[in-house]
């Protein structure tokens, strides 16, 4: 079955579900492939971890080649692994165009840094302005401000506050 046929669907902005229902949308991983780009050829990223395909680092080695179907596979299956993080850490009802922001932002940062994050803490609370907000803190890569962070960021925190509205 092909990447196209395992995905959901986006969800209209005022449907809500758990994390723990939802699968990373079209748009979703549009929005990771736009952010991370592709390199079919491994590489070290700004932090020197071992990176290959859209930003995958799950089993990668310096010398390593993928095509571009390997490429789609790796995506949706970091990108579900991602969302399986998202499901564990949040327990309120989320719209598609949330959980999607959130699945990119772990796939950036990791379940580790998201389930301590102030941000998780906001979400659960049912702060979503405040959660927000905390999109921009996290655009620094070993100290350094980087510019590709924060436009990604940006575009997650977009999305992210297009569901508040209907948390109300």
């Keep these: 079955m092909g990447t196209k046929h395992r995905v959901v669907a986006v969800a209209g902005a005022g449907l809500l579900a758990l994390a723990s229902a939802l699968l990373p949308s079209q748009s979703g991983l549009d929005s990771i492939k736009k952010h991370e780009g592709v390199r079919y050829a491994a590489y070290l990223d ?13 089993k990668v080695y310096i ?14 299956e970091d990108a ?6 998202v499901a564990k850490g949040v327990k309120v009802k989320l719209t598609q165009g949330q959980y999607d ?3 990119s932002f772990v796939f950036n940062v990791g379940e580790t840094k998201f389930y301590r994050s102030t941000m ?3 979400i659960n609370a049912g702060d979503c302005w405040g959660a927000g907000a905390e999109f921009d803190r996290w655009v620094y890569a ?3 401000r980087l510019k590709g962070l924060v436009s990604r960021r940006a575009d997650e925190r977009k999305q ?3 569901g508040c ?3 109300q």
């Design 46 to 58: 700004a932090v020197q971890v071992p990176t290959i395909c859209y930003g995958s680092t799950r």
């Design 63 to 76: 010398g390593q080649r993928a095509t571009p179907a390997e490429c789609e596979e790796r995506l949706l």
């Design 80 to 85: 579900t692994y991602a969302g399986k993080g």
């Design 101 to 103: 922001a959130l699945v």
């Design 120 to 122: 998780l803490r906001k």
């Design 142 to 144: 070993k100290g350094k």
């Design 160 to 162: 992210w506050e297009e």
């Design 165 to 167: 509205t209907v948390w």
